[in-house]
Every structure is written in C-alpha cells, then in structure tokens.
C-alpha cells in the first residue's frame, strides 16, 4: 500500500506589521506545534567575541517577566509542552509543542522569553564557563574538531567583516568567552526582533483564531536585524590537522553544491541521495563494503548564505587513509557520468519517503514550513513536494549532473596523526 501524506489544510501565509512572517498549516489533531526562527545564529557573533549567541539563548531562559529560572521553567512544565531548539550558524531556533488548549499561553511564554528577559547577573559566569566545557567536550571529538577546521578552511571570514562567521561552533572560541561580557551580551539581544523571522505554526484551528493568537503574543516583539552574513567559499584549499594521539585519520570534502531556490535543487537532493541514501549508495558500497576503508562514510548538503554546498566525510586507519580519500574523489568525480535507473529509482523513492515521514510529527512539519519560507521563500505542501520528486526523470538529473563536478573546486579537510594528502597509495596513482 502506497504512503500517503498526513492529511492537513493548505498553509497560510502572513506578514505582520512588524515583518515576523507568519506560516501556518491546519492539521486535525489535538496537539499543536510552533517553530520560531529568528535570523541571528553563530555566525553573527561579533568578531573577537564568538560565543555571544550560544550564551545569550541560554541566558534567555534564566527567567522572564518577573519569574526567575525556576519560576519560568515550572511556567513551561505546568504546560506539559515540549521545548526545543538552538542555536544554529545561521539562525536561532525556538520550538514549542503540546496540547491546542495551551497554544496561546506557550506563544506568550516565548514572547516574554524575547522581549522581556531577566538576564540575571549571577548567571553569566555559569553560563560561559558551561560553554568552556562545551568546547573541551569537543576538543575530544575528533569529528567536531574537522568538521570545525573544515568550516575554517571552506569559509574564511573576510578580515573587514564585523561579524565572526561560520568559523567556529555555536559555544564560540576560548578566546572569544574570555571577551565576553554582560553589557555586551545583552547588546545583542537588540538583533532578535520581528525582521526576517519565520514562525510555522501547526494546529487545529482556524486561520483566523491562529494569526489572531500570534499577532496577541508576538506582535509586540521588539523589529530586530536580519542581515545575512556573506558565507565566501574558498575552493581548492587544503589543510592537515596534526592529532598524533590518534588512532584514526578523518577526511572532509567541500565542495560547491546548488541553492535551494536554484530550479535544479531537487535534482542535486536525488543525486545526493544516490551517493549516500543508505547501505546500496555509492560511498557505502564503494568505501566500506567493496574496500573496506571505513566504518563511516557519507555525504550532506550543507546550507550556508543561501548556497547549497556538498560535505563528504569518513574516517579510516592512519595506513588507509591516503586510499579512502582517493575513493571519495574518484566517487564525487563519477557524478557528471550520470546515474542508473536502478540508482535513480532508488534515490527517488528514499527522498519521497523521508519527505512524507518527516511530516508526520507536528514538530517535523512545523520546522519544516519554517524552513521553506526562510529559504525557499514560500511553504511546500507535502503532497505537492511529493509530487515534483515523483515528476523527475533520469533525464532530467542526468542533464543536471552532466555539468556538476564536485571535485573541480573541493577542499580538502584531515584531522589525523598523519596527512595523508602527502602519502598517495601507489595503487591509486
């Protein structure tokens, strides 16, 4: 029996006065679930001072409108409502899911969490030393460590920038904590405002009681700044991470990939698919079950600026590594060459699939209208997304990998106690 999409009404797109855009999508169910993005993530930290957003968002909920950390924390339980979020490069997320009876006072609580905030005193030391730790627990990940130099490497920030950029996480630099300071902190917070910001809302309501809920709560959110920070890519760059301590060799590929509003989005997400959707994709096979070079391997776009960027990864013996690497290339490389309608059948079905799983849960399909209005401009209904996997053809993604080469201007990532760029496998040369 064929899939089918959870059943809900056509989204509904507003804009308030005060330029928060409003998406909302009738589901018949008892429950509700909202996703607020606010146009402010890691990257827009100030330079020499990274870390300022990962501190505030926890700061933020160290109390509101009067009540302090415990008080605002038993005023979200007391609602039975789930909580969520964080702070991404790009944005910071709040969401917020529970029973339709609570909707409006879980959208007042956030309102008062963004326009009326404690901001205790006592708490800042706790929270950024809390995000010192944060940055040794990813000190000893190996794989946080590349995928941190990676975005370094990839993403320089521009010397004249005001803002920090994608080249650190959301817990900031030791240095840039130090920096920090309350006054400075609390600056910031004049950037989360009603501009450029994305709420999907999903409920049993009526459009009407739904926008009338939003405009009660969040209407009153100070305007805020939506300024985007450049992400420049640089191509062809090529670094080693010295870690002579350990016992595997991690490898991370960059390359330029396609926008989300780029007519050819969908085709890329297929072709992706193909390369690592699973046990029968390319780099699984080609890497790990023909070779045997890794136990990891895989490939993701990543979203940065409004371009689509391609992000391969695997982690292999020190001895190995020079011919793992070798094979992610050769693999990237095959893509102009096009896929099999096995491959392409395959890609297709799994991307439609994880389409509709996705919007099974409130909360999936909440970030998800969210999500598309902020990059795509506008929200896709599952069953029309459905329907535009289900109309491309071969043809179609194989005129589009015919030009895409993503190997043309990859950099080249490795963290391990040997560079294995400097040690090609004779077998491979």
């Known amino acids: 029996m064929p899939v089918r999409p959870p059943p809900s009404s056509p989204a509904h ?5 005060g330029g ?15 996703d607020l993005r606010v146009p402010v993530g890691s990257a827009h930290d100030p330079a020499g001072a990274e870390g300022t957003g990962g501190v505030l968002e926890e700061w933020l909920f160290k109390g509101a409108a009067g009540m302090d950390a415990r008080a605002l924390q038993d005023a979200f339980d007391d609602l039975g409502v789930r909580r969520g979020g964080g702070v991404g490069p790009e944005a910071t997320r709040i969401g917020v899911s529970g029973l339709r009876a609570d909707l409006r006072a879980a959208l007042a609580l956030t309102a008062d969490v963004l326009n009326r905030p404690e901001l205790p005193g006592d708490e800042f030391e706790i929270l950024t030393d809390l995000a010192r730790q944060d940055l040794e627990g990813l000190e000893d990940s190996p794989a946080d460590r590349l995928a941190t130099r990676a975005r370094q490497v990839a993403f320089p920030r521009p010397p004249a920038s005001p803002y920090a950029g994608y080249a650190h996480p959301a817990s900031g630099t030791t240095a840039g904590l130090d920096e920090l300071t309350p006054q400075g902190v609390r600056a910031h917070l004049t950037r989360y405002g009603q501009a450029g910001s994305v709420l999907g809302l999903v409920a049993d309501l009526d459009p009407g009681d739904a926008l009338a809920f939003v405009e009660e709560t969040l209407g009153g959110l100070r305007p805020g700044l939506d300024e985007p920070v450049p992400a420049p890519f640089q ?10 301590d350990g016992e595997q060799t991690h490898l991370s590929l960059t390359a330029p990939g396609i926008g989300p509003r780029d007519a050819h989005w969908l085709a890329w997400q297929v072709a992706l698919t193909a390369l690592s959707g699973g046990s029968a994709s390319r780099l699984f096979h080609a890497v790990r079950e023909e070779r045997g070079l890794a136990y990891a391997v895989s490939a993701s776009p990543i979203l940065l600026g409004g371009h689509g960027y391609l992000s391969a990864y695997a982690a292999s013996t020190p001895d190995r590594a020079p011919e793992t690497l ?7 490389a095959r893509l102009p060459q096009g896929l099999t309608p096995a491959e392409f059948e395959r890609a297709r079905t799994g991307l439609a699939t994880s389409v509709i799983f996705g919007a099974e849960s409130l909360r999936g399909r909440a970030h998800a209208l969210t999500r598309d209005v902020a990059l795509f401009g506008h929200p896709r209904s599952v069953q029309t997304l459905r329907e535009s996997i289900q109309a491309l053809t071969l043809t179609h993604v194989n005129d589009f ?14 963290l391990g106690p040997s560079d294995p760029t400097l040690n090609p496998d004779p077998t491979h040369a």
């Open 235 to 244: 191509p062809h760059a090529q670094a080693h991470e010295p870690h002579p």
């Open 326 to 332: 070798q094979v992610l290339r050769e693999e990237l």
């Open 13 to 17: 797109l507003w804009t308030l006065p």
């Open 20 to 34: 928060l855009t409003v998406v909302f999508e009738r589901r018949h169910t008892p429950g509700f679930a909202f």
């Open 401 to 414: 990998l015919s030009t895409y080469d993503p190997t043309r201007d990859a950099t080249t990532v490795t």
